[in-house]
């Protein structure tokens, strides 16, 4: 259905009225002012635990905000999409990551066929594949147990797995050592390939559509690694795909019965939970990966069933569109507050950016409010002793999500308590700042001279009043890192939602793809660079010619 320009809309009206006075506010005279504000603007789902108060909103905010995801069509959309409705329209296909981790017997018929049949027996094949790898009972061509498993894939059919990999590696298999390479650039192949023994490693060709050029490169150099010591006919012990696209898997020399299937109704950000987890679930071993699936679906049920007010992926949207549109953060930093979670910031990076960085609307028009934040970030406390600086007192207001579990799940004394005291002291401190009286007191306790108090004052200032959330959860498990991933997934699905973007598509990613075949080939060839401008011809020129010194 087509939608009124977001700016239009009585309730996108009636919040920037709203607005214009809330952005005066200071968030330690609402913290002043209403002892009840955590109670209020915290919510818990799913084993996760949202505190959204440290934003410059009240409940009279988030009301209005909950009427605009009303008017625009949020619970209407996020129905059509678990019932498989074709909702990613620029390519005609429904998008069912949530049919991923249903529970074994519950029917979703989409065009005459009952999904969760199909993706239950795609899960039964990993489970058998998975459990004989772990087991040792999968052998190499030599009779050796596998010990190393390398995953060759790109964007989401790397980035999910390899983050959940590392978030669970408390939970991995002592065998198995995991290895990612995506990146085209050689040297990423080349490290992996130094760590690994052909007679004993297994490789994941990971790819939805088994064209893209990054993989493939990757692939074909893997196999070619691989050949060096064994034959042709040793391939099916040691490679597998998991694609949609059977014909490109049996033309790469994969055998089909070695594939595990996925289909077009995943998006590859999306696709953790598919068989593109297959890494994962080699690591954690099934068990495991089907409660990182139990706790997605446990967070697609809140999110299906709660009520706005209390609907934590909801919420999480809403306030984040708040900081995007009113308070003009153009960036969002993610500072998990757990090691495991380190390649948490670079997996949101795609699937919110590679999401909702657009600006037209589905129906093509110009959309007429800013879109998705750069999202980025790093694990505190390192990120403490790197870029907090900027966003204490830098000159933007950026806001932040931490994360954290109250319980490690190591057992190394003295840690997990400093931790969390830093994770909570940051929100506290974005949010309290330091003014110049409090400034002032601190530097005449230290018994300096009024001149140099002066000169010092206005560098020991923090403004605060800068927004951020706390997720917490009891500790970091496989379920409550698949709630954590599905509550990120569906602020996305919000967002989108709100500024009616197609969430599920990426043809910004094309022009680039397109661009660097032709030089590819300019590289490669005797073809002089001549078509392009001065720049890109004279580095394609300086390039050629160190290749051939
Ligand atoms: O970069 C675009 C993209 O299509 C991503 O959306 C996707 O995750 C990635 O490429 C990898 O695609 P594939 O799994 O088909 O190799």
């Not at 009113?326 to 993610?334: K, T």
């Amino acid at each position: 259905m087509r939608q009124p320009a977001l700016t239009s809309t009585s309730s996108f009206q009636a919040l920037a009225a709203h607005a214009s006075t809330a952005r005066q506010w200071q968030l330690r005279q609402l913290f002043a002012d209403d002892a009840q504000r955590f109670p209020k603007l915290t919510v818990d789902a799913a084993g996760l635990f949202l505190d959204y108060s440290k934003n410059r909103l009240d409940s009279r905010s988030v009301e209005l905000l909950l009427d605009l995801a009303r008017e625009r069509g949020v619970e209407r959309l996020r129905d059509a999409m678990f019932a498989g409705e074709k909702i990613n329209s620029t390519e005609q296909r429904a998008v069912l990551h949530t049919a991923l981790r249903m529970p074994r017997g519950k029917a979703l018929v989409v065009d005459g066929q009952d999904i969760g049949h199909d993706v239950h027996a795609v899960l039964d094949q990993m489970r058998g594949f998975t459990d004989r790898v772990r087991s040792g009972a999968w052998l190499g061509y030599t009779g050796k147990p596998i010990t190393d498993v390398v995953n060759i894939g790109i964007g989401g059919s790397d980035l999910g797995p390899k983050m959940a990999v590392l978030a669970l590696r408390s939970y991995a298999h002592p065998r198995l050592k995991m290895h990612f390479v995506s990146n085209v650039d050689g040297h990423d192949m080349d490290a992996a390939l130094a760590q690994v023994n052909p007679e004993t490693t297994l490789f994941i060709i990971a790819s939805k559509t088994f064209v893209t050029a990054e993989t493939m490169l990757n692939a074909g150099t893997a196999r070619s690694w691989f050949l060096q010591s064994a034959k042709e006919e040793d391939l099916a012990r040691h490679f597998v795909a998991v694609s949609t696209n059977t014909e490109a898997v049996r033309a790469f020399g994969i055998d089909t019965a070695n594939m595990f299937p996925f289909w077009d109704w995943v998006g590859g950000r999306y696709s953790v939970w598919s068989s593109i987890g297959l890494s994962l679930a080699l690591a954690v071993g099934f068990g495991y990966f089907s409660d990182f699936l139990a706790g997605a679906h446990a967070m697609d049920e809140h999110f299906r069933t709660a009520p706005l007010e209390q609907n934590m992926p909801v919420l999480l949207a809403m306030v984040g569109f708040w900081n995007r549109q009113f308070l003009d953060a153009a960036s969002l930093s993610i500072a998990p507050y757990h090691q495991d979670l380190s390649r948490f910031p670079a997996y949101l990076q795609q699937l919110d950016m590679e999401s909702n960085g657009k600006r037209v609307t589905r129906s093509g028009s110009a959309i007429d409010t800013p879109t998705c934040p750069v999202v980025w970030g790093e694990c505190g406390t390192n990120a403490q002793h790197a870029y907090f600086q900027l966003l204490h007192q830098g000159s933007d207001v950026t806001p932040i999500d931490f994360i954290a579990a109250l319980r490690a799940t190591h057992d190394l004394p003295g840690h997990h308590d400093s931790l969390l005291a830093n994770c909570f002291a940051q929100s506290e401190a974005f949010m309290t700042g330091k003014t110049a009286e409090e400034a002032r007191a601190d530097l005449q306790a230290q018994k300096l001279s009024e001149a140099e108090i002066e000169a010092l004052l206005p560098h020991k200032v923090f403004p605060g009043n800068r927004p951020s959330n706390t997720i917490l959860m009891d500790q970091l498990t496989p379920s409550t890192l698949g709630a954590l991933i599905a509550l990120y997934e569906h602020k996305t699905f919000v967002q989108g939602a709100i500024w009616d973007i197609n969430s599920f598509d990426q043809w910004g990613v094309e022009l680039g793809k397109v661009l660097a075949k032709n030089i590819h080939a300019e590289l490669t060839g005797a073809v002089q660079p001549e078509r392009h401008d001065s720049s890109t011809n004279g580095l394609i020129v300086m390039a050629k010619a160190a290749q051939h010194l």
